[in-house]
């Protein structure tokens, strides 16, 4: 009896220990398999010249410029939607059953799959404007960032002392002058924190962007027609049988999982090195 | 001149409340719109097909007939398989965190699987097509099929081709895909039991395995249930990593290594290349069935949690 306890005890510590390896191992699998094969690509081409036809040798700036530009009109639209919807939720709203509707729905959207996003931009603009579009692919990726935005703003917000506001009332200042000239200033490293973790959310979607705005074989910056980006370029260019277009692929995929996490690191250091200051 | 500094400064007070009230309720108008869109397109299908849509496994854009059964076959199994691969692991490694680890272990090793969090699923999909399941073919599948071609039920479960791709390998990378937030609100619910519970416990001479399953777990049920709710509605909707290794096959087998569909792989796959009226209808009624689906999961978890947090 005594030794049958030792021993389950013993093999339960061993079987917490194993699992917790394992999950330390996928994550070092996929990095290893993205160092391993991306780095291969990684030349200076690779951000000079346009994604190659196939057979031929190519790069991946009009997909990374791309993503750059829906990314930051993505986040353009939701960061002063997200930023005042936050703010409604924690100065006005707080408690009345319209705000915990709202904080509801906005965990709904959090968590709606991104793909449906697509589906409904599609039938809201694309089919308007007859054409996949950059707006269109900006504007998917502003609706899956702005749930992000909202709940960190209203997260910080209710860390803000109350002593704070008040000391801003008692000079004479409206509601707003508080909540801007106070409020904002005080969780301003929160508020960048909140944005950088919707720009790392939003730089990887791929589902969304497919039938948005699609993909571009050219450089173009003009967001009314169909705009190259990282993600779906990556999607074509490894479900494809060609091999220059693979190792684009292998590529691609390094360099986003490498600014994502980048993006994930800076926003935890950031609050850290501000307090610091 | 005060009553027009009065007026100016309502003006401006209520434009920014109005303002920001505006940003709110927009969320809610975004949802609704979500749903009417996906409903208005979908009209056609389900108005063809009706409840039979649900049911029916033919998918065929030659005779225009469609039906949802094969993709949320697909779907249910891949996040069902997630969701018994994934809640094992991650109560122990979240056990490990909380009750086994050092603290500077703890911290690190935690922060290390919250970067798997990070990484974009349509990584997790290519890993999964070029590396885990040749992988994952060459030595678990033939081994399999070999092992368990007499037994009766697993016998049926690990047949045929061992290609790499299928249904257990989408559960499986969905499995890893939903590790991390497992782990993370597992960890969470068990630092919240408070120290005294553990003391008394070990004080009575139980060992470790004895505290964490007979004390520490009970105690936090359904903390553990709320988190397995929310995983899984985070499964049901993954689309990127599912589309590049489920197989892309419109097919029912009981067979989990047989090449398969989900609902949100199936819209991946085809809606740009549907021609017809009929075919994107129905593929926009899949993604409205999903939309159902992983609201009403959601919304449990949410309910759930919102409970716990209560009492």
């Given at each position: 009896?005594?030794?049958?306890?030792?021993?389950?005890?013993?093999?339960?510590?061993?079987a917490?220990?194993?699992?917790?390896?394992?999950?330390?191992?996928?994550?070092?699998?996929?990095?290893?398999?993205?160092?391993?094969?991306?780095?291969?690509?990684?030349?200076?081409?690779?951000?000079?010249?346009?994604?190659?036809g196939?057979?031929?040798?190519?790069g991946?700036?009009?997909?990374?410029?791309g993503?750059?530009?829906?990314?930051?009109?993505?986040i353009?639209?939701?960061?002063?939607?997200?930023?005042?919807?936050?703010t409604?939720?924690?100065?006005?709203g707080?408690?009345?059953?319209?705000?915990?509707?709202?904080?509801?729905?906005n965990?709904?959207?959090?968590?709606?799959p991104?793909?449906?996003?697509?589906?409904?931009?599609?039938?809201?603009?694309?089919?308007?404007?007859?054409?996949?579009?950059?707006?269109?692919?900006?504007?998917?990726?502003?609706?899956?960032?702005?749930?992000?935005?909202?709940?960190?703003?209203?997260?910080?917000l209710?860390l803000?002392?109350t002593?704070l506001?008040?000391?801003?009332?008692?000079?004479?200042?409206?509601?707003?002058?508080?909540?801007?000239?106070?409020?904002?200033?005080?969780?301003?490293t929160?508020?960048?924190?909140?944005?950088?973790?919707?720009i790392?959310?939003?730089?990887?979607?791929?589902?969304?962007?497919?039938?948005?705005?699609?993909?571009n074989?050219?450089?173009?910056?003009?967001?009314?027609?169909?705009?190259?980006?990282l993600?779906?370029?990556?999607?074509?260019?490894?479900?494809?049988?060609?091999?220059t277009?693979?190792?684009?692929?292998?590529?691609?995929?390094?360099?986003?999982?490498l600014?994502?996490?980048?993006?994930n690191?800076?926003?935890?250091?950031?609050?850290?090195?501000?307090?610091?200051? | 001149?005060?009553?027009?500094?009065?007026?100016?400064?309502?003006?401006?007070d209520?434009?920014?409340?109005?303002?920001?009230?505006s940003?709110?309720?927009?969320?809610?108008v975004?949802?609704?719109?979500?749903?009417?869109?996906?409903?208005?397109?979908?009209?056609?299908?389900?108005?063809?097909?009706?409840?039979g849509f649900?049911?029916?496994?033919?998918?065929?854009?030659?005779t225009?007939?469609?039906?949802?059964?094969?993709?949320?076959?697909?779907?249910?199994?891949?996040?069902?398989?997630?969701?018994?691969?994934?809640?094992?692991?991650?109560?122990a490694?979240?056990?490990?965190?909380?009750?086994?680890?050092?603290?500077?272990?703890?911290?690190?090793?935690?922060?290390?699987?919250?970067?798997?969090?990070?990484v974009?699923?349509?990584?997790?999909?290519?890993?999964g097509?070029?590396?885990?399941?040749?992988?994952?073919?060459?030595?678990?599948q033939l081994?399999?099929?070999?092992?368990?071609?007499?037994?009766?039920?697993?016998?049926?479960?690990?047949?045929g081709?061992?290609?790499?791709v299928g249904?257990?390998?989408?559960?499986i990378?969905?499995?890893?895909?939903?590790?991390?937030?497992?782990?993370?609100?597992?960890?969470?619910?068990?630092?919240?039991?408070?120290?005294v519970?553990?003391?008394?416990?070990?004080?009575?001479?139980?060992?470790?395995?004895?505290?964490?399953?007979?004390?520490?777990?009970?105690?936090?049920?359904s903390?553990?249930?709320?988190?397995?709710?929310?995983?899984?509605?985070?499964?049901l909707?993954?689309?990127?990593?599912?589309?590049?290794?489920?197989?892309g096959?419109?097919?029912m087998?009981?067979?989990?290594?047989?090449?398969?569909?989900?609902?949100?792989a199936?819209?991946?796959?085809q809606?740009?290349?549907?021609?017809?009226?009929?075919?994107?209808?129905?593929?926009?009624a899949?993604?409205?069935?999903?939309?159902?689906?992983?609201?009403?999961?959601?919304?449990?978890?949410?309910?759930?949690?919102?409970?716990r947090?209560?009492?």
């Open positions: 009896m005594r030794l049958r306890r030792k021993i389950t005890n013993m093999v339960f510590q061993l917490c220990m194993f699992a917790t390896i394992i999950g330390l191992s996928v994550l070092v699998a996929i990095l290893y398999t993205l160092v391993s094969k991306g780095l291969a690509g990684m030349q200076w081409s690779l951000f000079t010249e346009i994604t190659p196939p057979g031929s040798e190519g991946l700036a009009n997909a990374m410029l993503s750059l530009i829906m990314t930051s009109m993505g353009l639209i939701a960061a002063p939607i997200g930023v005042m919807g936050g409604w939720l924690a100065e006005y707080a408690n009345s059953k319209v705000a915990s509707t709202i904080r509801f729905l965990g709904m959207l959090m968590s709606a991104s793909i449906l996003i697509g589906l409904f931009v599609y039938e809201m603009v694309v089919i308007n404007m007859g054409h996949f579009s950059g707006w269109a692919g900006a504007i998917a990726l502003a609706i899956i960032a702005l749930p992000v935005i909202i709940s960190t703003t209203e997260e910080m209710k803000v002392p002593s506001r008040e000391a801003g009332s008692g000079l004479g200042a409206p509601k707003w002058k508080v909540v801007t000239l106070l409020g904002y200033r005080a969780i301003s929160g508020l960048v924190t909140g944005i950088l973790l919707a790392a959310r939003i730089s990887g979607e791929t589902a969304p962007l497919l039938f948005t705005s699609m993909n074989s050219f450089m173009s910056l003009d967001p009314n027609q169909p705009m190259a980006n993600p779906v370029t990556i999607y074509q260019f490894a479900m494809s049988p060609d091999e277009w693979n190792q684009l692929a292998w590529s691609g995929a390094l360099l986003i999982t600014t994502i996490l980048a993006l690191l800076s926003s935890r250091l950031l609050p850290r090195l501000a307090k610091r200051r | 001149m005060s009553t027009l500094v009065m007026k100016s400064r309502w003006h401006s209520t434009l920014f409340q109005r303002a920001c009230w940003s709110a309720i927009l969320i809610g975004l949802l609704v719109s979500i749903l009417l869109s996906l409903l208005h397109g979908a009209w056609p299908a389900l108005e063809k097909f009706g409840f649900l049911f029916s496994t033919e998918w065929n854009p030659i225009s007939e469609y039906g949802a059964a094969n993709a949320l076959y697909g779907t249910l199994v891949s996040s069902f398989i997630a969701i018994l691969l994934a809640l094992p692991l991650s109560l490694i979240g056990v490990f965190l909380t009750e086994l680890a050092p603290a500077w272990m703890s911290h690190s090793v935690a922060a290390a699987i919250e970067l798997l969090a990070a974009p699923s349509i990584i997790y999909g290519m890993w097509l070029f590396v885990f399941a040749p992988w994952f073919s060459e030595h678990f081994w399999a099929l070999d092992a368990f071609s007499e037994v009766p039920v697993l016998g049926l479960l690990f047949s081709p061992p290609m790499g249904l257990l390998t989408s559960g990378i969905l499995a890893f895909m939903i590790l991390p937030i497992l782990t993370a609100l597992i960890k969470e619910a068990l630092s919240t039991i408070p120290n519970m553990r003391e008394a416990s070990y004080g009575i001479g139980a060992n470790r395995w004895e505290v964490t399953f007979f004390v520490l777990l009970p105690a936090v049920r903390a553990i249930f709320g988190a397995v709710i929310l995983a899984l509605g985070r499964a909707g993954e689309t990127m990593a599912v589309t590049f290794v489920i197989g096959a419109q097919d087998n009981t067979s989990l290594f047989m090449p398969a569909t989900s609902v949100s199936t819209i991946a796959e809606f740009n290349e549907a021609t017809n009226d009929m075919h994107i209808s129905s593929l926009l899949l993604g409205l069935l999903l939309f159902v689906i992983t609201f009403a999961v959601m919304a449990v978890a949410r309910i759930l949690m919102r409970k947090k209560l009492s």
